[in-house]
């Protein structure tokens, strides 16, 4: 057997099944890995001193991919929190309504907001009653506005999307990898794996001193639609000789 040296680069698509959507790349990743996790039953030798095992059955208990994606898009992040994406168009909002704010309170605006045109609260004066923040304004103490007062606010709202977390459990996904082998000329290398589903992240950092990344697994789950002699109901690996 030839020695084979491993350097992975390349692209992970992503397609919900049955969508017809097409495979959709995730951006820049750091890491694609598989964990296969077995369940193994071991008849041991009672008869003889010294023990040993006689017998073994290995059964595919689990198979988990991990992934870490460095593109912190709404699509991604939906993927990561099991979420729908909502698409905002940008627009004016006119007359949002916000009862009984406080004094020293933020009052987040139900849109994210165009800072550069400054939003308007009926009756009252920027920097005096209030000020602007990126996603609202702060009450100020000292103004005409006191606590309890309700509020209207005139913003221009920004082209957004809305994540909706932990509101799209369930689906199921085909995933492809589009790879090469940096050590061996940059050979091609092809990885799909049938049948996913992904798993709410562990960690989603939104505060950091690093650029963000956001880990994502998924479980590689058994596909009865694949049939034939040979064939792995899991995932295929294409290598180039």
Do not use: W
Request: aromatic share 6%; proline share 2%.
């Amino acid at each position: 057997m030839a020695t084979k040296s491993y350097l992975g680069k390349g692209t992970i698509y992503v397609e919900e099944r049955d969508s017809g959507n097409g495979l959709i790349s995730i951006g820049n990743c750091s890491n694609l890995d598989f964990a296969f996790n077995e369940d193994k039953k071991e008849q041991k030798d009672y008869e003889e001193a010294g023990g040993a095992v006689i017998d073994s059955v290995s059964r595919i208990d689990s198979v988990v991919a991990s992934v870490t994606a460095l593109s912190l898009d709404a699509d991604n992040i939906a993927l990561a929190l099991r979420g729908l994406v909502n698409v905002v168009a940008a627009g004016a909002v006119t007359g949002e309504s916000h009862t009984s704010v406080q004094i020293g309170s933020f009052v987040k605006l139900d849109f994210l907001m165009d800072t550069s045109v400054a939003p308007v609260v009926t009756g009252f004066v920027v920097d005096v009653d209030y000020t602007v923040k990126n996603t609202g304004l702060l009450i100020l103490a000292g103004g005409t506005i006191t606590s309890g007062t309700d509020i209207t606010v005139d913003y221009t709202k920004l082209a957004s999307s809305e994540v909706e977390a932990l509101s799209a459990a369930g689906k199921e996904y085909t995933i492809v990898f589009d790879g090469l082998n940096e050590a061996d000329s940059g050979k091609p290398v092809a990885l799909e794996c049938h049948r996913c589903k992904f798993n709410p992240t562990q960690a989603l950092a939104l505060i950091s001193d690093d650029f963000g990344s956001l880990p994502l697994s998924f479980d590689v789950l058994k596909d009865d639609l694949i049939t034939g002699t040979g064939l792995s109901k899991f995932m295929k690996l294409s290598l180039a000789q």
